[in-house]
């Protein structure tokens, strides 16, 4: 079954309560990212942790190996579930960040590895110096992280179909974890985002985890919101 992680693209813990608090049981996985980490630290992930969620700490790491296999530690010190770091930091420091999640067992969180942002396309590549396109891009970042210890990929769920195909067997029987954020409901505003689909596209192409915020946390009605999206990924099922 998917997994609807729910974006708390908000920037206070007070914020971040009552979101929760309005979402309910409807939602029990939540996305921190840096704006809100860098706005509370720590204490927001224990926050939500303690009140009985999951937490997928999304800060993109993308630094010296030894710095980020530390981060890696404190992160799964704090108990969170997915964390992600930048597949293009290079085989060494995807290398030190699974091996430092190892030591937790069962505990460790998974590891993902953000391959291109869903804020990029063709033309950003190009301004960046790359001269792959865009699906070759997401395939060679994808095989560099799977096949140095990362769990999962994040990737838009425009690559998703193929990265189940390519990266599924590089996994040699492993699990791989599918996050796709730039989901969004029929009908609704794509906003910053490039490339999109709907919840039931996206579940159908392989996504495990759909990431979605403004069309919940914005909506007339939050809680059923969530819960329309639910349905939709569980009726692609």
Do not use: W
Not at 31 to 41: C, H, Q, T, V
């Amino acid at each position: 079954m998917a997994e609807l992680i729910v974006a708390l693209d908000v920037s206070s813990k007070a914020e971040v309560a009552g979101v929760v608090a309005r979402l309910g049981d409807a939602v029990d996985f939540y996305k921190i990212g840096l704006e809100l980490f860098s706005a509370e630290g720590p204490d927001v992930v224990r926050m939500v942790k303690d009140a009985g969620k999951r937490v997928f700490l999304d800060l993109k790491l993308h630094d010296i190996p030894r710095t980020v296999a530390r981060a890696v530690k404190a992160g799964a010190g704090l108990g969170v579930d997915l964390m992600t770091l930048h597949a293009s930091g290079g085989k060494a420091m995807i290398q030190a960040a699974a091996e430092a999640a190892a030591t937790f067992g069962a505990t460790a969180p998974k590891l993902l590895a953000v391959t291109a942002l869903t804020s990029l396309d063709q033309s950003d590549l190009t301004d960046l110096g790359i001269g792959r396109a865009m699906a070759d891009h997401v395939e060679a970042m994808g095989l560099l992280a799977i096949t140095n210890g990362a769990d999962g990929i994040v990737c838009s769920p425009k690559e998703v179909a193929n990265m189940n195909r390519v990266l599924i067997p590089a996994a040699q029987g492993r699990s791989v974890v599918f996050v796709t954020p730039g989901v969004r409901p029929a009908g609704a505003d794509v906003g910053d985002q490039k490339r999109v689909a709907t919840p039931a596209g996206a579940v159908r192409d392989g996504s495990t985890h759909l990431v979605v915020g403004r069309p919940i946390l914005e909506a007339a009605d939050p809680v059923a919101a969530a819960r329309a999206i639910r349905a939709e990924m569980d009726a692609a099922l």
